[in-house]
């Protein structure tokens, strides 16, 4: 797998640029859906708040850590691994929550705060968790990196619009009714396009991967999802917040990932084929575990 290290996926200054304002267009997007009654009742639910901030923040990354461990993956998918991890919750985890049964409220609070919280906890669980797992702490060295450096793209691309966006829906809740779908598809549409052109450029060089990084993300994502839901159950909080957690948890922002891989680890091949395919994969296991929650309730009107 060493040719795996010679794969760089290189974008140009100005695709770069794009790529921030797509996905600062996409956190604007979610926070036109936040109201400030759902840190209300964040403050309301505390234990929920609680579990599903501990979920995302230390669970997940110290899970991947153990997995990176076991599975001991190519030095560049662990790195890509233990990013995605690092990541707040992803764009449409609100989506899947409404869908499946879970509480609609408490995923958008999650959103909110996880996204406030992400300047501070992905750099700091990044660089602690790669740097605790031997071949992916010798790879981290071989990068240029700094907390300074994540916080502020961090803060441009998800912090910022998060504010921008919950301001225009208090100052102006007309004009946040006429474009907040539009702007959501457009700029997840977009940010599929760049997905795409990320894995087509490789394409040929990563074939030879793509069996290996389906099988580990679709671990990865598969025990995020438990992890979220044991969590819940170990607050022994309600049913609907324990499926939230478990979304927010097993739905990553991959696309902030691919902006660090892309801007610090010049487009390195293997971290970002992970970061990629987690973004098309966590949105099928999404809808699926969404089926699944449907159907069990289904079942429960059934036999009462």
Known sequence: ???????????????????NICLGVIMFGI?????????????????????????????????TYFIVLILNPHPAIGLGMILVAACPGGNISNFISSISGANVSLSVGLTAVATLLTP??????????ARLTPATGDL?????????????????????????GMLCK??????????QKPIRIASILILFGFIGFALAKNFEAFKMYLGIVFFIVLLHNSLAFTAGYLIGAIFKIPAADKRSISIETGIQNSGLGLIIIFTFFQGNGGMALVAAWWGIWHIVAGLALSQVFRRLDKSRLQTS
Do not use: Y
Not at 9 to 14: A, G, N, R, V
Not at 144 to 162: A, D, E, M, R
Not at 170 to 178: A, D, F
């Open 31 to 63: 926070a036109l859906g936040i109201d400030l009654k759902d840190f209300k009742k964040l403050r309301a639910n505390p234990k929920s708040a609680l579990a599903g901030v501990l979920s995302q923040f230390l669970i997940l990354p110290a899970l």
């Open 140 to 164: 981290l060295q071989t990068f240029s990196l700094s907390f300074t450096q994540i916080f502020k793209t961090v803060l441009l691309v998800l912090v910022i619009p998060l504010i921008l």
């Open 120 to 129: 501070i906890f992905t750099p700091i669980n990044f660089d602690v968790w």
């Open 1 to 19: 797998m060493h040719d795996l290290d010679s794969i760089a996926i290189q974008f140009s200054k100005e695709s770069l640029v794009l790529l």
């Open 170 to 179: 208090v100052k102006l809740p007309s004009l946040t009714t006429l474009v």
